[in-house]
Structures are given as structure tokens and as C-alpha cells.
């Protein structure tokens, strides 16, 4: 019989995650001595001492909570014992102290291939996109789309998708209002992301308030946009004409983009957007611990990762702000986050409603702990550059770890890292999520073995393997880098991929609508 499993991750820890399958029972005798007083369900944190009403609660060998009442040595730490510790005060991270970063080796020699772009990204794919200026042209935009794939896509081999970039934006708002801002440039630069060529295809309606001149001005596109690129239904005559519209300038459009070939490009030009989503207790041990270790080998490639999800990085910013390329990156970083505080402020909100049934039932107790694992997906580099809403990279920007500010709702995150310019997706879960994006690969990466085997065709990394002790993180974190470059090139797809699932674009809009 195996014996019963814990984890204890610093040595000042007080509390331990239970690691058995099923969890263990009251009674149970661990390594060290400790009996356990009650059951403790797997993920879910046991007393190592006595704690005291009023001291904290340490995991990570930072304060995760304080403790409401007296918490016996071998108890169950619940949610409803703790007190979320206060978040740390923003005025008092600027002047950033910096914490001195070694410089790693760097990591030569890998490639991938991909679709070079005129503005000198480089796609992973060669998607045409159908993007859209308002809801109101959706249901012609699908019909369309049907046709478009039926009897256009077949005649170009070199071409892997075609997708329609539908939201609910568009009218019915003030799109020159400073929160619109956001949402505007979100669907600008998603339509512009390195998938998709360079130009797009936009179907608008004709009188809502986001006209195409206002989506993409003057100046926009690259010079290699000559040509329409704009079907403005109201003024085509009848259903018919407007579907036949759509599917003719999609004809052109798939004729250029079935010119494209992979060529050999440096894993420099890899954007990797990392994400977790129904997390649970290990995915700040095993996936993102993995994710993070997979981003410093990207970054010593020369390539970019980007994290995000303000509300569950705000009580970690100050590890951060360390970390930050220079005194302008801290604040940018400070100024999102407060941003946000103001932004939660305005319903009479703050960060600690961040955290989800299913994160409460894989053991998280608060937002404090899931910010700690959430933050280790960033890995250990320098920070070299934050992202407001919906901003993509500018050219010739610094490569490395970069914050790219999103609210941690899994779906606006991946579609703000789109607008942001990443070419590949990596999604932890430690509940489980089909989760998917039709515009990039999305990589998923479990938490538990348990997980992977009940979802093998869903699950393309399993990280509960450096829970078992199988694999170590760094291993691992190869492992994932390495098939980011197999994906990439299209030698590989992810299980996602494979079974065409995919979430459609969801739009952060903060503005009023009127």
C-alpha cells in the first residue's frame, strides 16, 4: 500500500495539500507524525501545527490567510477559516526596488516553421478571418461562412481555416468614450493577428456606430492591402447579393493567402499567450510551474510569452514589480493594477470574488493562494514590457516575458492575447475545461494524472506527472516547449485543434452603453 501523500512547499509552510487520489481519511498517520483529525479531501490543506486565531496561514512561504478561529494541528484549513490577507498597497511598490536577475544562457538552434507577414510577425497558421463591425451581420456572416468552407476552402490546400470573428460590440455604445478604447482596438488587432495574413475581411453593416473607417482608419493596414476588403451589407441588394458578396471577396482573399508557404523562422518569432482556467491546489505546483519553466526557455530563444489576468496576479504584483526591465515597466504594471482596483470599485467589488466554485473544490481557499500559482506561469525572466487592454505588441519591441492586462475570465484573456499578437496558446487546468480558440493552437496542460486519463483526447501535457514524481518541472517545461515548436510548424495539432473546439471572441468592454 502507497503511502499516504502531502506536499509541503517551503519550509516555513504551516499548511500542507493533501496529494492521495480521493483524498485521506480522519485518522490517517502521515511521514512526519501528524494524524490527521478529519477527512481532507485531495487538494484541500492540512494543519502541520497549531495555528492561532488571528496568525496566518502560509503556503508558497507567503501569507495565504489568517486564521478566524484556533486551527488545530492535523485539520482540515477551509475556506470559511480564513481571512483574505490584504492585497499589497500599490504606492508602496513605486520607486521599484529591482531585484537583480542573473542572465541565463541563451537557447540557440531552435526553429520552427511559419507564414511570414509583411510587418514582420510570423503566423502559425494561415487562417482567413471574417471580421465583423457589429452583431447585426452575424447571421449572414455564418451562412456565408457555411459556403465559404464548403465549396471555397477544398480549392486552396495551403490555407488551414477560415473563421468569422463574431462579438457583441459594435452599436448601442459610445465608441469615442476613453473605455471604448479597449473593446476598438481589441477587434482591430485581432483582425491583425499574424495568423491571419496581414488583411482583413471585414463585413459591416452599414449604420452601426463602429463604421469600418472608425475599426480600421487610415493607415492601418500594410501597404500590400490594396484592394476592397469591405462588404457593407446595406448596401447590397437582398440576402442573396450579401451572401454572394462575402463569399467573393473571400475567393480573392483565399487566393492570396494560399500564395503562403511555411518557411524556417528562429523560435525568437514564437508569442506564446499563457493561461490557466479551472484551477485547483496543484496547478501552482505541477502545470504552471511547468508553464513558467517552458516561458524561460522560450525567452532564452529569444521568443515572447505573455501572462495576464489582473485579478489573480494583484496580490503577487509586488514579485513583479521586482522583476520589471525598468522603472517604466513597473509602472505601467502598478498603473494597470490600480486601473483595475477602481475598476472593481465602481460595483462595490474587490478581487476576492475572483475565485470560482470549482477552484473552492480543488482546494483553492481564496484569491491570495490562487494568485501565488498563478503567478508562477510567468517563470523567473525579467519583465520587459506591460500591455493595456486590448494593445498589441508594437514593432520592434523588446522580446521576453511581457503582462498583457486582462480580467481573468478565461475568454476574455485569450481574446485579449490574440488582439496582443500571440500565434500559440497554452491553457492549464487542474478541473478541466474544453477550452479552445479557432485563431490559434491552444495547448492544454493538466494539473492530475487523474485528469489526463478521464480526458485523454483533451489533455495534450499531463503535469500531474511531477506530482507522482515521474517527471521533474523542468522536464516537463522541455517537454511543452518543445511541442509549441512541433505545433507550431504544423507537424503536430493539439487535441483541441484535432477536434475543431473552440470558444467564440469575447469582448472586455468596460464602457457604457447608451
Request: hydrophobic fraction near 40%.
Amino acid at each position: 500500500m502507497k503511502s499516504p501523500r502531502y506536499i509541503r512547499i517551503k519550509e516555513n509552510d504551516n499548511v500542507a495539500v493533501i496529494a492521495t487520489d480521493n483524498g485521506l481519511s480522519a485518522g490517517t498517520q502521515l511521514e512526519c507524525g501528524l494524524t490527521l483529525l478529519e477527512d481532507i479531501p485531495q487538494g484541500h490543506k492540512v494543519a502541520l501545527t497549531d495555528i492561532k486565531q488571528d496568525e496566518n496561514v502560509v503556503r508558497y512561504g507567503v501569507v495565504i490567510g489568517i486564521a478566524v478561529k484556533d486551527v488545530p494541528r492535523g485539520s482540515w484549513v477551509r475556506e470559511d477559516l480564513l481571512r483574505v490577507p490584504p492585497a499589497p498597497v500599490l504606492d508602496s511598490l513605486l520607486p521599484a526596488k529591482f531585484k537583480k536577475m542573473p542572465q541565463p544562457e541563451p537557447l540557440t538552434g531552435y526553429t520552427f516553421e511559419g507564414y511570414k507577414n509583411h510587418d514582420g510577425t510570423v503566423g502559425t497558421r494561415n487562417v482567413l478571418a471574417i471580421t465583423t463591425t457589429v452583431n447585426c451581420v452575424a447571421g449572414v456572416v455564418d451562412i456565408a461562412l457555411k459556403r465559404i468552407k464548403d465549396e471555397l476552402l477544398p480549392r486552396y490546400p495551403h490555407v488551414d481555416d477560415v473563421v468569422a470573428l463574431q462579438h457583441i460590440y459594435g452599436c448601442g455604445q459610445a465608441p469615442n468614450s476613453a473605455d471604448a478604447a479597449i473593446p476598438n482596438r481589441a477587434i482591430r488587432n485581432i483582425a491583425l493577428n499574424p495568423n491571419f495574413g496581414g488583411v482583413p475581411l471585414l463585413v459591416s453593416l452599414g449604420c452601426e456606430k463602429l463604421l469600418p473607417d472608425l475599426l480600421l482608419p487610415k493607415g492601418t493596414l500594410p501597404l500590400q492591402a490594396a484592394g476592397p476588403y469591405t462588404v457593407v451589407l446595406q448596401e447590397e441588394g437582398g440576402f442573396e447579393k450579401m451572401v454572394d458578396a462575402i463569399v467573393k471577396l473571400a475567393a480573392t482573399q483565399l487566393e492570396r493567402l494560399d500564395q503562403r508557404k511555411r518557411e524556417t523562422c528562429p523560435a525568437s518569432e514564437l508569442v506564446v499567450g499563457m493561461q490557466c482556467g479551472g484551477s485547483d491546489a496543484f496547478s501552482g505546483m505541477t502545470a504552471n510551474p511547468v508553464l513558467g519553466h517552458a516561458a524561460d526557455l522560450l525567452v532564452r530563444a529569444g521568443g515572447t510569452a505573455i501572462f495576464s489576468e489582473l485579478t489573480e496576479v494583484r496580490d503577487r504584483v509586488d514579485l513583479l514589480v521586482e522583476r520589471a526591465f525598468d522603472q517604466e515597466t513597473a509602472e505601467a504594471l502598478v498603473g494597470e493594477m490600480r486601473w483595475y482596483d477602481n475598476y472593481l470599485k465602481r460595483a462595490n467589488l474587490d478581487r476576492s470574488t475572483n475565485t470560482s466554485p470549482g477552484n473552492k473544490k480543488g482546494g483553492i481557499a481564496n484569491i491570495a493562494e490562487k494568485s501565488m500559482g498563478n503567478v508562477i506561469k510567468s517563470g523567473t525572466s525579467p519583465l520587459m514590457g506591460v500591455l493595456g487592454a486590448g494593445e498589441k505588441l508594437p514593432p520592434h519591441y523588446r522580446h521576453g516575458l511581457w503582462f498583457c492586462s486582462t480580467p481573468g475570465n478565461d475568454f476574455f484573456c485569450g481574446s485579449l492575447q490574440l488582439a496582443a499578437g500571440m500565434n500559440m496558446h497554452v491553457f492549464s487546468t487542474g478541473r478541466g475545461t474544453p477550452y479552445g480558440l479557432a485563431e490559434v493552437p491552444v495547448v492544454k496542460v493538466s494539473t492530475r494524472s487523474e485528469l489526463a486519463r478521464r480526458w485523454p483526447d483533451l489533455i495534450d501535457v499531463n503535469a500531474g506527472q511531477v506530482l507522482t514524481g515521474e517527471k521533474t518541472i523542468d522536464d516537463m517545461g522541455m517537454e511543452l516547449f518543445l511541442l509549441l515548436l512541433d505545433i507550431a510548424s504544423g507537424r503536430k495539432q493539439s487535441c483541441a485543434e484535432k477536434l475543431g473546439i473552440h470558444n467564440g471572441i469575447a469582448l472586455f468592454n468596460p464602457g457604457v452603453v447608451v
